[in-house]
Nanobody, 117 residues
Framework: QVQLVESGGGLVQAGGSLRLSCAAS????????MFWYRQAPGKERELVAR???????YYAVSVKGRFTISSDNSYNTLYLQMASLNADDTAIYYC???????????WGQGTQVTVSS
């Protein structure tokens, strides 16, 4: 089992920046890929970014060039640096972890990000 706890969400003005963190604990050695997902009101949960030790980082088109995913070597802590935020980035952001790159096996509880225009 892996436990994930997100932090760093909040209210930010359009054009601003925010950094999300995710603290991981438990059987982290079984994890190959860490993810950030988000879910906006009335919309389905979507993949924002993922990072894999072999494959490297991946970004959704909507955030590429504005968001940066990073982690320490042990996946103890995952980050999402977000810049040039706009109203479309308003969502609950979830940290997730998986034994394979295809999909997560574990989820955090989420942290709210609200961008005011």
């Amino acid at each position: 089992q892996v436990q994930l706890v997100e932090s760093g969400g909040g209210l930010v003005q359009a054009g601003g920046s925010l950094r999300l963190s995710c603290a991981a604990s438990g059987s982290i050695s079984s994890i190959s890929t860490m993810f950030w997902y988000r879910q906006a009101p009335g919309k389905e949960r979507e993949l924002v970014a993922r990072i894999n030790r072999v494959l490297g980082p991946y970004y959704a088109v909507s955030v590429k060039g504005r968001f940066t995913i990073s982690s320490d070597n042990s996946y103890n802590t995952l980050y999402l640096q977000m810049a040039s935020l706009n109203a479309d980035d308003t969502a609950i952001y979830y940290c997730a972890a998986g034994a394979a790159p295809a999909r997560p096996d574990y989820w955090g509880q989420g942290t709210q990000v609200t961008v005011s225009s």
